[in-house]
């Protein structure tokens, strides 16, 4: 008996709380503004050329970026990440957003004429200009990456936080 009572009062618990989860929800902020399902677009974030895809819904804008870096020998990168709205000003789903996202941050020699990408992940500031046709975004981004070591072991470069610079123009399907 005493090994299942802690099991069943977790479960009982865990039943009343599932039963009000509505009430903790947060309340959408875009919940009155028209978008596209889904945009698609072009954009450049530090050195990495992208197309992107995003999704908008009343609660945040959803995206992924895939692309090639300009720099070294042209390693294709993936970044995802999500946006929350802080404050809103205008019409639309104008304003400032707060989010979370990883992927390829950079490239950064490692030998002779031999390149490695560097993941990361960290917060994402931006303002984003929203409507039924058209995303546009501006944002900065704070990361933590990884450390590069070359193939001796050796570290190349230390991991320590980036800032990332990044505009994405996007068009409503």
Do not use: C
């Not at 596209?36 to 450049?44: D, I, L, R, S, T």
């Not at 993936?78 to 639309?92: C, E, I, M, S, T």
């Not at 900065?140 to 936080?161: F, H, M, N, S, Y």
């Amino acid at each position: 008996m005493r090994k299942i009572y802690p099991f069943v009062v977790i479960l009982g618990t865990a039943n009343i709380a599932h039963a009000e989860w509505s009430d903790y929800l947060p309340e959408p902020k875009l919940k009155d503004v028209k978008s596209a399902p889904v945009y698609v677009g072009v954009g450049v974030s530090n050195k990495l050329m992208h197309l992107n895809a995003e999704y908008a819904n009343q609660y945040a804008i959803g995206y992924v970026k895939a692309g090639a870096f300009w720099n070294g020998d042209n390693d294709i990168g993936v970044q995802a990440g999500v946006r929350f709205p802080v404050h809103l000003n205008g019409k639309d789903g104008n304003g400032f957003y707060v989010g979370v996202m990883a992927g390829q941050i950079e490239t950064n020699p490692v030998a002779f004429n031999e390149y490695d990408v560097r993941l990361g992940a960290g917060v994402d500031f931006s303002y984003v200009k929203m409507s039924d046709a058209r995303i546009s975004t501006f944002s900065v981004g704070v990361l933590g990456v990884e450390k590069v070591e070359a193939p001796d072991g050796r570290t190349i470069e230390q991991a320590k936080p980036r800032l990332q610079f990044s505009y994405t123009m996007s068009f409503g399907l």
